[in-house]
């Protein structure tokens, strides 16, 4: 409803199911022709990385060293459009994670892609926000999915670092 109100700040949530890094990092370029606006705030918040480090058959699904690219090269892409970049880290599943047949997401592993993932960001002067530990059993669906109260709890953290960080 563009041009009904005035608005200094639009939201647009971008979701892929079952994406990793190599697949957000085909589309940034298109999302973000899409979505960014002119004479606005354009933030990025990027979840990413926890289907990157989830084993298929006993496989990782990403290797580190292509998810590391990936993630440089999403931010450089998201940097050179104008927009401001906050990265969310991987959040641990809980130990009764149900998940398809042959799927298994290892806290140890989803540590090492985490621990990547936060110096990428400080190497490049990213916003990093750790989400290691927000959430409780409670606030699970499933073990790996967050409930309304664990998305509350997400959103409530992601605003806080925002707003303390404002550019």
Same mark, same amino acid.
């Not at 990936?70 to 990265?87: E, F, H, R």
């Given at each position: ?9 639009y ?37 990413i ?8 058959n ?6 580190i060293?292509?998810?590391?690219k ?16 906050t ?11 149900q998940?398809?047949p ?11 892609y ?13 916003g990093?926000?750790?989400m290691?530990?927000? &959430? ?24 806080k670092?925002? &707003?303390?960080n404002?550019?």
């Amino acid at each position: 409803m563009r041009g009904s109100i005035s608005c200094s700040n639009y939201v647009h949530i971008v979701g892929f199911p079952d994406a990793v890094s190599n697949d957000i990092s085909l589309r940034i370029r298109g999302i973000l022709e899409t979505f960014r606006f002119d004479g606005v705030n354009n933030e990025v918040i990027l979840s990413i990385g926890i289907n990157s480090c989830r084993s298929v058959n006993k496989n990782i699904k990403e290797d580190i060293d292509v998810f590391s690219k990936n993630i440089i090269d999403i931010i450089s892409q998201v940097k050179i459009s104008g927009c401001n970049i906050t990265v969310l880290g991987i959040m641990e599943v809980s130990d009764d994670c149900q998940c398809k047949p042959g799927v298994v997401f290892d806290n140890d592993i989803i540590d090492l892609y985490d621990e990547t993932l936060c110096d990428i960001c400080l190497n490049n002067s990213v916003g990093y926000v750790r989400m290691r530990d927000l &959430l409780e059993y409670d606030d699970y669906i499933d073990g790996l999915h967050p409930n309304h109260q664990g998305h509350l709890k997400i959103f409530k953290k992601i605003k806080k670092e925002i &707003l303390a960080n404002e550019r």
